[in-house]
């Protein structure tokens, strides 16, 4: 079928701008197009099966549809961001049911789109006839940016489907806002750390290149050992956000500025460190296993679990890395020789850790995670501050 472009002037207070809507592209006959229309249009055209809305369609005895109602006071801002820039060339698809079910009637649907017949649309098919099944509030803000700004003009993209009944559309939409997965931390954070805009760079971005370096440079012990997506990894326990957030409990901003008063770089301090802890507690840094005796007598190994690697072991030894650091400074002013020999002497410490995990283990009974941070941590700084190892009073 050949499609036609129709230009409706759609008049504003202090312009003219012209209006359009085309069906772009027919991508499976009968069942789904593409089409682009203007703000004005596409609120004109479409209907939203809201629970307070009455939809012909329903099958509930009270016809009320399967959407919440729009939160209107999102669309201001939602308007403004599209209006920046050119970010009116960045609107996500909207994702609407054209409920025609015949050939027939889907021919004419499209004929009557292409022609800007909305009124036509409406006469054949319902009011109903254009259902947003997804973008309600995005319809809204885009609507709200066409109302309120003179030179705001965008073609909105809409992905039409044709034929879906009210329950196709109604576990459409549950799936699109229930079953996504949003992206994971680590993958955002990994983003923000390379979209640093021109300027000073803040506590959050200086932190970030911190966790990247220690993650990602090749003098690091942490190299190809950090899940930089968060995508479940056994042998990279450690996402890069685990990472990063115990690296800003590491380096709050106040230690930063005294590291760069003295001229020690942040990024090369943090991979110090972890070199010295990786030194320290060599065997649980290489995951030594044990040996054993199988049932038959001869020698095995048997896999041990460590929990150093693990985010509660990260975290509560980055925690103690900024009371080291500091100490160190302290001790140390402006001798940076002065500064990594106590650095070093103090880290040596952890030595004395048992990092198997088990209850029967006295220095790992907490729990995993960040919820496990505190007792660990304390633990960590009894041995390294007050010569105390679990169950010991201090200077035993």
Not at 348 to 372: I, T, Y
């Amino acid at each position: 079928m050949t499609t036609t472009t129709t230009q409706i002037e759609a008049p504003t207070e202090a312009s003219v701008r012209p209006s359009r809507m085309k069906i772009q592209a027919i991508t499976v006959p009968g069942r789904q197009a593409v089409a682009t229309l203007t703000p004005d249009l596409l609120k004109e055209l479409a209907f939203i099966s809201t629970y307070e809305t009455k939809d012909p369609l329903s099958s509930s005895p009270q016809q009320h549809g399967y959407q919440r109602e729009p939160m209107e006071a999102r669309f201001s801002s939602i308007g403004k961001y599209y209006n920046e820039d050119d970010k009116r060339f960045l609107i996500p698809p909207i994702i609407a049911s054209a409920r025609v079910y015949k050939p027939e009637d889907i021919e004419k649907f499209n004929a009557l789109f292409n022609a800007g017949d909305i009124a036509g649309i409406k006469a054949a098919f319902t009011k109903s006839a254009f259902s947003i099944v997804d973008g309600q509030h995005r319809l809204g803000g885009l609507h709200y940016a066409w109302t309120h700004f003179d030179n705001f003009e965008a073609d909105v993209p809409v992905m039409i489907y044709y034929g879906l009944g009210y329950a196709e559309e109604a576990h459409l939409f549950d799936d699109i806002n229930s079953n996504q997965r949003k992206l994971p931390k680590a993958l955002i954070e990994t983003t923000n750390q390379h979209m640093m805009k021109a300027g000073p760079k803040d506590h959050a971005q200086v932190v970030r290149e911190i966790a990247f370096a220690a993650a990602q440079d090749g003098d690091s012990v942490w190299k190809e050992k950090i899940n930089m997506t968060g995508a479940r990894d056994p042998e990279r326990s450690v996402t890069y956000e685990g990472l990063r957030r115990s690296t800003s409990q590491m380096f709050p901003e106040l230690l930063i500025k005294r590291l760069v008063s003295v001229r020690l770089n942040p990024e090369d301090t943090a991979k110090k460190y972890w070199e010295m802890v990786s030194k320290a507690c060599h065997d649980a840094w290489v995951e030594k296993p044990r040996y054993v005796l199988d049932e038959e007598g001869n020698q095995v190994e048997e896999k041990v679990h460590y929990r150093l690697k693990d985010l509660v072991g990260v975290a509560s030894l980055a925690k103690l890395g900024k009371d080291i650091i500091s100490t160190s400074l302290d001790k140390a002013g402006s001798n940076v020789d002065l500064f990594f020999d106590s650095l070093a002497d103090m880290t040596s410490k952890l030595g004395a850790v048992d990092w198997e995990k088990g209850d029967h283990n006295p220095w790992m009974r907490g729990q995993a995670g960040f919820a496990g941070q505190k007792e660990l941590y304390e633990t960590l700084y009894n041995l390294v501050y007050l010569d105390q190892q679990p169950g010991e009073a201090a200077g035993h």
